[in-house]
């Protein structure tokens, strides 16, 4: 499976911007996305997931503000709205395999300005 990532940019905080990820390849056997971020210095941190059958669940500090979604086998979307300077981050698409395996996109850099 192959993933690639794009939507990220610079936004005024209070705005929005629209996550990405592409999935290709091997995408039927895929079981769930997730969306993580990192900062320098930082672990990466999960964000969002969705799985099949439409289950998605967010981190605390985006619920109310972040909505994953899925279009069909091939694009996973992250919809930041309300963003704060903390979101700034790379942001990482992840695709779980029903083998447990996992597949990794590049980042994105989202940075959120004060």
């Known amino acids: 499976v192959q993933l690639q990532a794009s939507g990220g940019g610079l936004v005024q905080a209070g705005g929005s911007l629209r996550l990405s990820c592409a999935a290709s390849g091997n995408v039927f056997s895929i079981n769930a996305m997730r969306w993580y971020r990192q900062t320098p210095g930082k672990q990466r941190e999960w964000v969002a997931i969705?799985?099949?059958?439409?289950?998605t669940d967010y981190a605390d500090s985006v619920k109310g503000r972040f909505a994953i979604s899925r279009d069909g086998l091939g694009e996973t979307t992250l919809q930041m709205t309300s963003l704060k300077p903390e979101d700034t981050a790379v942001y990482y698409c992840n695709a779980e395999l029903n083998t447990g395996i996992d597949y990794w996109g590049k980042g994105t850099q989202v940075t959120v300005s004060s």
């Open positions: 969705y799985q099949s059958g439409g289950y």
